[in-house]
């Protein structure tokens, strides 16, 4: 399967017990690094907030992923909100949990009560959509065979991200994880076509 689902765009929840705040927030990320710059825009916004807890999961099997008590007790803020986006069935997400603390300890129950249902109330108000994992190529061939080109193309409804037919042609696709085999065997019988991945 290379289809799983992500949310489309930010979302944010909030839970409020005995004073403390924690409000949540959601992101649709890709990469580890639009993590750290989101969670750094947030520590930033967010100064005068006791704890930054999140979790984050990637890719299209979710093999990458990570969840952070930032100095809550240890599994009381991170594992929830991981739970959280697991039970959802959700990858390529990154959901930030903001606490202000209102003065009074809520005990580890608390806690991930908390921490659950604030992540639990973002990904309710986030849109859902289902995304296809792929991999992009750029092939280059000779004009003569455009025609043989253009019809792979076609018949496997790759999107072409940008393309320069000129002397030499060039275009770049992004082709799904289940048509990345068919592609290259009729990409490789293109006289003269070459595939790279980009």
Excluded at 12 to 41: C, H, M, W
Excluded at 79 to 108: C, E, H, M, N, T
């Amino acid at each position: 399967m290379d289809s799983y689902r992500s949310i489309a765009g930010p979302s944010e929840g909030l839970y409020k017990d005995n004073g403390s705040r924690f409000i949540a927030l959601a992101y649709p990320v890709e990469t580890e690094q639009q993590v750290k710059e989101i969670l750094s825009g947030l520590r930033k916004e967010y100064y005068d907030a006791r704890h930054h807890c999140y979790a984050y999961r990637l890719g299209c099997k979710g093999d990458v992923f990570r969840a952070s008590d930032d100095g809550e007790p240890s599994g009381s803020a991170g594992r929830p909100i991981l739970g959280q986006i697991d039970s959802a069935g959700l990858s390529d997400i990154l959901v930030v949990v903001v606490r202000y603390f209102g003065g009074i300890k809520l005990g580890i129950p608390g806690l991930i009560r908390a921490y659950k249902t604030s992540t639990a109330d973002a990904l309710t108000q986030a849109t859902v959509v289902e995304k296809i994992a792929s991999r992009q190529f750029r092939i280059s061939f000779d004009y003569f065979v455009m025609n043989d080109v253009m019809k792979i193309i076609k018949d496997l409804g790759l999107p072409i991200l940008s393309q320069d037919f000129g002397m030499s042609c060039v275009a770049d696709l992004r082709v799904r994880l289940t048509l990345v085999d068919d592609f290259l065997k009729r990409a490789g019988d293109v006289e003269g076509a070459q595939v790279e991945e980009l």
